[in-house]
């Protein structure tokens, strides 16, 4: 395993230093931050891994405040939350921009559309598959498979996460990353990331 530093940490400074409506809300995480140290242990990282942690930590704070419960922003009201939100998944999206890693970006961006996607229509138990797999293409590079599961899900089509799961296992194993593809699905609480059935 890769040591990067505690993005969580990193972001919880940053947001309180900001001295914006936000920081007065901010708080120390003790949750793992397995899902930026699963995208920040690729190749693609290398050259940069604790900036591509801290990337994805953001974007998944700003996923939290708008479906979940958030690690480093605690008791913003609902409308405050949402901006937050919105706020995180700009910063992410920024500072990927700012590294120069255009397909990072877009990964990114498509995991922010798919995942509201999937909310809207009532498929929230496909998204950690989502997040899985997008923390592995920053990692380790986006193959055609990846990319064809990705789009079957955009357009409701059986089977798609199943083959995007599947994607994600070869991706992680070929790259040497299966035990950080175990710990962040056991972060995000999805079990059964080293299964394809």
Same mark, same amino acid.
């Given at each position: ?15 309180? @230093? ?27 990282? @290398? ?18 405040? +708008? ?51 999937? +909310?809207?229509? &009532? ?62 699905? &056991? ?5 059964? @990331?080293?299964?394809?059935?």
């Amino acid at each position: 395993m890769i040591s990067v530093a505690n993005p969580l940490a990193a972001l919880a400074g940053q947001l309180r @230093a900001d001295g914006s409506e936000i920081s007065d809300f901010v708080v120390e995480s003790s949750s793992p931050p397995a899902l930026g140290e699963l995208a920040a242990a690729g190749p693609r990282a @290398a050259a940069d891994r604790d900036a591509y942690a801290l990337v994805f930590e953001s974007v998944r704070e700003g996923y939290l405040l +708008h479906y979940g419960r958030p690690r480093v922003v605690a008791g913003a009201d609902a409308d405050l939350a949402l901006l937050a939100g919105d706020y995180l998944y700009a910063l992410g999206l920024e500072r990927l921009a700012g590294l120069g890693d255009l397909g990072a970006v877009r990964e990114l961006s498509d995991l922010i559309s798919l995942s509201a996607q999937l +909310h809207a229509e &009532d498929r929230e138990a496909e998204v950690p598959a989502l997040w899985l797999a997008c923390a592995a293409a920053v990692a380790c590079g986006a193959g055609a498979e990846h990319e064809a599961a990705k789009a079957g899900m955009r357009a409701g089509e059986a089977g798609a996460e199943t083959a995007l799961r599947a994607a994600t296992i070869v991706a992680a194993g070929t790259n040497g990353l299966s035990s950080e593809l175990d710990r962040a699905a &056991d972060a995000i609480h999805f079990r059964d @990331a080293s299964e394809t059935g």
